[in-house]
C-alpha cells in the first residue's frame, strides 16, 4: 500500500499510481486546474506519465472566476 496526500488529504492505493489515474479515481475534473507535487508544478502534458509514489504531497488549485 502507498498513502498519497491530495491537498492534506491522506488517500491510500495497493501500488504506485499515475497523476491521470488518480484525478479520475478522486472524479476530479482535468479543466481549470493546476497541479503541483512535492511543490514542483507538473503540466498537463505530463499528467498521464507522472507517476505518484508513497508520500507524495498533491496540491491542485482550482482556477476561479472573479474580478
Known amino acids: 500500500m502507498i498513502t498519497v496526500n491530495v ?12 497523476l491521470l489515474e488518480l484525478l479520475e479515481q478522486l472524479q476530479i475534473q482535468h479543466s481549470g486546474i493546476a497541479i503541483a507535487i512535492d511543490n514542483h508544478v507538473i503540466s498537463k502534458p505530463l499528467w498521464s506519465e507522472t507517476l505518484l509514489v508513497d508520500g507524495s504531497q498533491v496540491l491542485i488549485i482550482q482556477a476561479a472566476q472573479g474580478g
Not at 7 to 18: C, V
Open 7 to 18: 491537498n492534506n488529504q491522506n488517500h491510500s492505493f495497493r501500488q504506485p499510481i499515475r
